[in-house]
Structures are given as structure tokens and as C-alpha cells.
């Protein structure tokens, strides 16, 4: 199994997707969209490598229910890196230009 990490910007990103579900839609939606994505990442930490490389290294789970992508990398020492949480619609090199 490997360990997670979570970039700061991140982390960043969750909380923005979080606040906004939480003023725009309701409390219940965004502790739905915390749940999902807490399991995505235990998925992640037994299967790592099940998702293609779409760049440099970067691959990319979408999630279940919510149109939001973990673009992560598998770094040596048996751990992955959570670089971003991008909504689907957005370019997938944007995390680049903040992180």
C-alpha cells in the first residue's frame, strides 16, 4: 500500500470545491463530495498504477458523481503525490501554472 501526500495548493483546491458547494448548493452535497473523494484516495493508496500516464509523469482519477479529476504522481518511494483537484471542464495543465 502507499502512503499519500497532499500538496498545500491542493488541499487549496478541496477547500475552494468545498466552500463552494457549500454557499451554492448545500452542506450535504459538499460532505457527498468529501466522502467520494476520501474514497478515491484509499483507491488510490491499493491501485496506484491502475490509471494511464496523460503527462509527464501526471495521471489522472476522475471521480464518481462529480466532475472534478486527482491528477497525482507515483513518486519513488512508494507514495503518491496528490498534485490538484481539477474540474473537468478546465484544462488539465492549469495546476501547473499555481503549483
Known amino acids: 500500500m502507499y502512503q499519500l501526500q497532499i500538496r498545500h495548493l491542493a488541499k ?17 452535497v459538499s460532505d457527498k463530495f468529501l466522502e467520494n ?13 491502475k490509471f494511464q500516464v496523460k503527462y509527464r509523469n501526471t495521471r489522472v482519477r476522475y471521480l464518481k458523481n462529480f466532475p472534478f479529476g486527482i491528477h497525482y ?18 484544462n488539465p495543465n492549469s495546476w501547473k501554472h499555481k503549483h
Open 12 to 28: 487549496e483546491d478541496i477547500q475552494l470545491i468545498v466552500d463552494y458547494y457549500d454557499e451554492k448548493v448545500s452542506t450535504s
Open 73 to 90: 504522481q507515483i513518486k519513488k518511494n512508494s507514495f503518491i503525490e496528490i498534485l490538484a483537484i481539477i474540474h473537468t471542464s478546465r
Open 37 to 49: 473523494l476520501y474514497f478515491e484516495f484509499s483507491f488510490l493508496t491499493k491501485n496506484p498504477e
